[in-house]
């Protein structure tokens, strides 16, 4: 996508005229402009040189995002001296450059406009004082209200110009209902002037009088004046929907510490290499993306992550820029610089983001591109109805003038761009990055959440999670055994199992004669004794004295889903022990917090339907797909688009079709950069509970612009008719004043950019937002899971029994015999309706009728029958 900066837009006419402008050039393929940002991206092959053409045609300005530095990017990527070239550009294009002139113009208007104030209404409605050669003099003061009203036309001429052009061009905008408002008022009060000189010769005092009341020149004056007050205000408020991107900008650092011929050099950050060897201590600003060579820290992270607690950093960990070091002194290689780097990505992602547009944009955009021509059409229709009902032309004109004022396109292209841009920015500084605006519309509306299971709902790498020692031995010593046999092995299994004996500090024994035997397990001696460590089949045949492992303990233990490995020494059994890829700590709550949403979740893995059964159960999934391939996950996606609109949410490489293939595709942030490639949304903190903190940020968003259309289209609907003077015969004259138009126009933006900035207070990780039903209480609203587990083998029938109750009245009355029920040991699952006035529970044993019934009746309801 090519990005361009776009001069001279006002309004969503002036985006939209832009948007069919450039959509006309041959190759383009799509054109998306930004009011909020003043930027356009285009797709396609056309050259930018007729893109800028098209688009000074339609009577704008445009230029290639980058000048010069985006030209000369070279075809393998541009060097980081002109990446830094465009961020700074792409910095200055955010400035608020309206603001301070816009200020300067309105405080000029604003003094001119007291003076004419005070002689149009100060002395003609308070008879304060005026010279005494222009008390009675009405031609003079015609005159002052005339030359005073002129020059704050001039002094705000940008409407004049910019409107006329537009309209002269056949592309009317917001600037074109100002101008002409202002002009007409400004004209039919020279006529009256002109015509209040004939009545003076003539010696018609009562007619010079009606003439001075029928001038508008404070009208045509204070009409610009109230909308430059607007225009400042919106392009306030507008300036602060940009500060997440600006604020991430700012933290791109600009100087790094090289390690160069065994010597420590500060050096701006663009002349740090792959391979550089960076040096980083307490308090400093990490320069670039870099994995750790030697030292250890505690870095802060939240500038990219939002996560406020430091993470200890050590030998082989990966730091990123901006980060900060906040105790310990640090070697890290450079591994991403300039625009590889993660925060260039964060910053490119958030503008991408801001260039593009949002489905529900599209309503604003047809409204745009047929408002302002059917407002001229509206306010001339105003204006000659008026003279055809017997009115005074005055009475006519400053109806039409009122109509061609009050009406506000601003409004309109205003309100999804603010919201997107604020939604978007909250996200970024939670961790939460979308990639389009599209993306932020879509992901609230998912139905199903298909979840991978390692590295998403699991940690993605085995743990030690059982230790079950033979006769003679106790954990420690199995442990010690296990680590002393297992140090020299590069298997993940021994991974696991070494991680727990360091965390525990357990100790070890040489081994000599190490030995792996591919398939079964390792063999080695200490102490003239033979260790073994394998499957079960392996360590029977080194067993000399008929031990062996519990059955009932090993079948447990694969029933959950662990993989068994077994020990002995000296031919005798020493115990077994259970590993296992466990859950994160924050996937129940996460799945629990997609239920409260009315989110079916299914769990898709390539694992075998033991170990996703349990995991599944352990995660509180609805449905699990098991021992699916790479190439099935996209199949699966398309199976489940059948029943409503899919978010996938993975992280590694065989995630990358079905990422793709879904409505939304969800990255988890740590995992393969083809999984984030692929992805629509990226979770930087790669936890899953931010799937749910996306979805209800995406829904606070939508809610947002929606309530910014309907105050837009609301605004419009209820004051063009007052302004219009359709309310008159209806209460007692009820009319607008030109001037009043103005006013309630310029705060319709500026209240539209003000709802947009509300997103900022939006608790996006607050379970209750949007929930359908809560994600669990004593109240009795727990989520309501059902487990169907669903795999490529038959699954084993499930222990039920059928409870017919009597006394259930609601809702609250099944989460409390749920409730009950599921915490008898056995029990796995209760489906209780107060409707059908049953509970099928689901058992993992026989659990006795007495003890099912007691648990019911204890909490005063009725069990009639158990079958």
Same mark, same amino acid.
């Given at each position: ?28 393929? &799509? ?9 356009? +991206? ?16 339609? +009577?704008? +300005? ?95 001429? @940008? ?10 061009? +056949? ?32 010696? @018609? ?159 604003? @955009? ?113 442990? &010690? ?198 992805? @629509? ?64 126009? &310029? ?121």
């Amino acid at each position: 996508m090519e990005k361009f900066n776009v001069e001279g837009m006002h309004c969503a006419a002036c985006s939209t005229r832009v948007e069919k402008a450039v959509s006309k050039v041959p190759g383009v393929d &799509s054109c998306s402009v930004s009011l909020l940002t003043n930027s356009m +991206g285009v797709e396609g092959d056309a050259s930018p040189e007729e893109i800028i053409e098209a688009v000074e045609k339609a +009577g704008y +300005g445009a230029s290639l995002m980058g000048g010069e530095a985006a030209e000369s990017r070279s075809s393998d990527g541009s060097s980081v001296r002109e990446y830094n070239e465009r961020l700074e550009q792409q910095k200055k294009a955010l400035e608020d450059k309206d603001t301070p002139r816009l200020r300067k113009r309105l405080i000029t208007s604003l003094g001119f406009l007291l003076v004419l104030m005070y002689f149009s209404m100060g002395h003609m409605m308070w008879s304060w004082p005026v010279p005494q050669w222009l008390d009675g003099n009405h031609i003079a003061m015609g005159l002052i209200e005339m030359i005073l009203s002129a020059i704050i036309m001039m002094i705000n001429k @940008d409407f004049f110009t910019s409107g006329f052009t537009s309209l002269f061009r +056949g592309g009317p905008n917001m600037d074109t209902l100002v101008a002409m408002g202002s002009s007409v008022s400004f004209a039919w009060s020279v006529f009256v002037l002109f015509k209040m000189t004939g009545d003076q010769l003539t010696g @018609d005092s009562a007619a010079v009088m009606s003439d001075m009341h029928s001038f508008y020149f404070e009208s045509a004056a204070m009409i610009v004046t109230l909308i430059t007050v607007g225009k400042m205000l919106e392009a306030m408020s507008k300036g602060k929907t940009t500060d997440a991107l600006k604020g991430l900008m700012k933290l791109v650092p600009q100087t790094a510490t090289v390690e160069r011929d065994g010597q420590e050099k500060e050096v701006p950050v663009d002349q740090v290499s792959l391979g550089d060897v960076i040096v980083v201590r307490a308090g400093e600003s990490i320069p670039v993306d870099a994995v750790i060579v030697s030292g250890e820290a505690s870095v802060d992270e939240s500038a990219l992550t939002g996560e406020s607690i430091p993470v200890d950093k050590a030998p082989g960990d990966r730091v990123s820029a901006a980060t900060v070091n906040m105790s310990g002194y640090i070697k890290a290689k450079a591994s991403r610089i300039g625009e590889d780097t993660t925060l260039s990505q964060i910053i490119q992602m958030v503008s991408d983001a801001a260039a593009t547009k949002a489905p529900i944009a599209k309503i604003a @955009d047809k409204v745009a591109g047929v408002f302002v021509p059917a407002v001229l059409i509206i306010a001339a229709a105003v204006t000659a109805i008026w003279i055809l009902l017997g009115q005074t032309p005055g009475f006519a004109l400053a109806r039409g003038i009122a109509v061609l004022v009050i009406s506000c396109p601003c409004a309109l292209g205003l309100a999804t761009p603010v919201a997107i841009m604020v939604g978007n920015g909250l996200g970024a500084r939670n961790g939460i990055l979308f990639k389009t605006s599209a993306a932020l519309e879509e992901t609230g509306r998912i139905e199903i959440a298909a979840l991978d299971k390692t590295g998403t709902i699991t940690k993605g790498q085995p743990s030690l999670t059982d230790i079950v020692p033979g006769e003679g031995y106790t954990e420690e010593s199995l442990l &010690s055994l296990a680590y002393s046999l297992e140090k020299k092995s590069e298997h993940p299994l021994a991974k696991a199992i070494l991680a727990r004996a360091e965390e525990d500090g357990t100790p070890f024994r040489e081994v000599s004669g190490f030995k792996v035997l591919s398939g079964n397990g390792l063999t080695g001696t200490v102490d003239g004794a033979e260790l073994a460590g394998g499957n079960l089949a392996f360590i029977q045949t080194k067993l000399k004295d008929g031990s062996g492992p519990d059955p009932a303990k090993a079948q447990e233990l694969a029933s959950q889903g662990k993989t068994c490995v077994y020990f002995s020494e000296a031919g005798k059994y020493a115990g077994m022990m259970g590993i296992a890829d466990t859950i994160k700590e924050d996937s129940p709550e996460a799945i629990r917090e997609l239920h409260s949403m009315d989110i079916k979740v299914v769990m898709l893995t390539g694992d075998n339907q033991v170990t996703a059964r349990a995991i599944g159960r352990q995660a509180g999934v609805d449905e699990v797909i098991a021992g699916v391939l790479p190439g099935d996950k996209e199949a699966e996606i398309r199976r489940l688009q059948e029943k409503g609109k899919v978010a996938m949410i993975g992280d590694g490489i065989n995630d990358a079709p079905a990422l793709t293939r879904a409505d939304i595709g969800i990255a988890i942030g740590a995992g393969a950069d083809v999984a984030v490639d692929a992805a @629509d949304v990226v979770l930087m903190n790669s936890k899953l509970t931010d799937a749910a903190a996306a979805i209800r940020l995406s829904k606070g968003t939508v809610r947002n612009i929606k309530e910014n259309l309907f105050w837009a289209f609301f605004y419009n609907i209820l004051l063009i008719p007052l302004a219009a003077g359709l309310y008159t015969a209806l209460f007692h004259g009820w009319t607008m004043n030109p001037m009043w138009g103005a006013a309630a126009m &310029s705060l319709s933006s500026f209240c539209v950019c003000m709802n947009a900035l509300r997103l900022n207070f939006f608790k996006l990780h607050d379970p209750g937002k949007f929930a359908a039903r809560s994600a669990g209480s004593d109240t009795g609203n727990e989520p309501l899971v059902t487990e169907t587990l669903r795999s490529n083998e038959k699954e084993e029938d499930a222990m039920t029994k059928t409870m017919k109750i009597e006394g259930m009245m609601c809702t609250h009355c099944e989460a409390t015999v749920k409730k009950a029920l599921e915490n008898l040991d056995g029990v796995t699952e209760a489906k209780v309706s107060h409707e059908a006035g049953e509970a099928v529970v689901s058992m993992t044993e026989d659990v006795a009728d007495d003890v099912l019934k007691k648990a019911v009746e204890d909490k005063d309801y009725k069990v009639v029958s158990v079958a």
